[in-house]
């Protein structure tokens, strides 16, 4: 079975940085991307930023310039490096893997969550 676990959120002033982690375990062959989303109260889901295996990278406009998404390929591990944070930052974050070859097939997975809280 994969499993995708998420770390490194938490509460942060205003301008300040936080960096998540999200390992992928499991009886994994492939991962063709990973990436981060996030789900404000009220909000749909929304991406945040996806990395490909090839090293394409995927921003929303909201990220570009302040968030760094990076993957460590061979350790199923992927990143999100957010700098200058913003209230309307906070969000639930999820992690997730697009593409995941395993002994379960073809799928894609989604980790449980972590939290990000942004104060003013």
């Known amino acids: 079975q994969v499993q995708l676990v998420e770390s490194g959120g938490g509460l942060v002033q205003a301008g300040g940085s936080l960096r998540l982690s999200c390992a992928a375990s499991?009886?994994?062959?492939?991962?063709?991307?990973m990436g981060w989303y996030r789900q404000a109260p009220g909000k749909q889901r929304e991406l945040v930023a996806a990395l490909t295996s090839a090293e394409n990278t995927n921003y929303a406009e909201f990220a570009k310039g302040r968030f760094t998404i990076s993957r460590d390929g061979a350790k199923n591990k992927v990143y999100l490096q957010m700098n200058s944070l913003k209230p309307e930052d906070t969000a639930v974050y999820y992690c997730n893997a697009n593409g995941v070859w395993s002994r379960n097939g073809w799928a894609d997975y989604w980790g449980q969550g972590t939290q990000v809280t942004v104060s003013s």
């Open positions: 499991g009886s994994i062959f492939s991962i063709n991307a």
